[in-house]
């Protein structure tokens, strides 16, 4: 049996692109439906050698967490490998921080399977880290709804990925007409993200005449807002960042929850 991109997309349903790796040979780039805290799709490599195939992260899950701000390079493998370590097939975490597996072709499917699972208890586990993603989700729904109100002739587009000039690809929450859109709450882990994402996207070619934008959750007591208030400081040495009151502010009494 031969692992291709028609193969896992009949049978397991992925999106798949074949790449180059650094030594020449051909790979396989599988997008899979799960999703990191900041919406980025979770995305393997399968490299077929033979009779043997390899399922590999290419150290993007290390250089993931880095992007977040979430833990050192040390403590990350530690953790990595603890959270890999529940499947049957055998699954390595490298010293460069490298998730990958090793076996038959033949074993194709139940490989996936278990690489999967192994990568959705590392998903699991930054969900965890960062404390608050269902207050995040919760942020970027209200703020949808708000711009919409605000601008209901706007094009808004949800979850749109760019690339960086790093070649990650990154999620931004919206897209309304030219501007790409995050939606924050004001700590660090995400202050951190947003500074690495912007600048990496920034300095990339796929930003186009596209302007980039960050919208601070400024609201709750007064202790929340000065926070809120330093973080916007911070991001504005880089891209445009605003407080949600000011959203607010421009849509209709009647809109607002």
Not at 51 to 78: K, M, N, P, V, Y
Not at 203 to 230: P, T
């Amino acid at each position: 049996m031969k692992i291709t991109c028609s193969w896992l997309h009949q049978n397991l349903g992925y999106e798949c692109r074949t790449v180059q790796t650094v030594d020449g040979s051909q790979a396989l780039r599988v997008q899979t439906a799960h999703t990191w805290a900041d919406g980025t799709p979770l995305t393997f490599y399968i490299i077929p050698s033979g009779d043997t195939i390899i399922l590999t992260d290419d150290c993007d899950t290390l250089f993931h967490f880095h992007t977040q701000g979430l833990l050192e390079t040390a403590r990350s493998i530690h953790a990595l490998r603890e959270m890999v370590a529940c499947t049957d097939t055998p699954i390595s975490v490298e010293e460069d921080g490298e998730i990958m597996c090793m076996g038959n072709q033949q074993k194709a499917a139940r490989m996936i399977a278990d690489y999967l699972s192994a990568m959705c208890a590392v998903m699991h586990y930054e969900r965890e880290i960062l404390g608050v993603p269902r207050e995040v989700a919760d942020f970027a729904e209200e703020v949808e709804l708000y711009l919409k109100a605000w601008k209901p002739k706007a094009k808004l587009q949800k979850n749109v990925k760019v690339r960086g000039i790093s070649g990650h690809d990154y999620t931004f929450d919206f897209q309304m007409d030219d501007k790409l859109i995050l939606a924050i709450n004001p700590n660090p882990a995400s202050v951190g993200a947003v500074m690495r994402k912007t600048g990496d996207v920034k300095m990339g070619s796929d930003l186009d005449s596209r302007e980039l934008m960050v919208i601070v959750d400024d609201r709750g007591e007064d202790l929340f807002h000065q926070k809120a208030e330093e973080e916007i400081r911070i991001i504005s040495a880089l891209v445009k960042a605003v407080p949600f009151s000011n959203i607010l502010k421009q849509v209709p009494t009647s809109t607002r929850q």
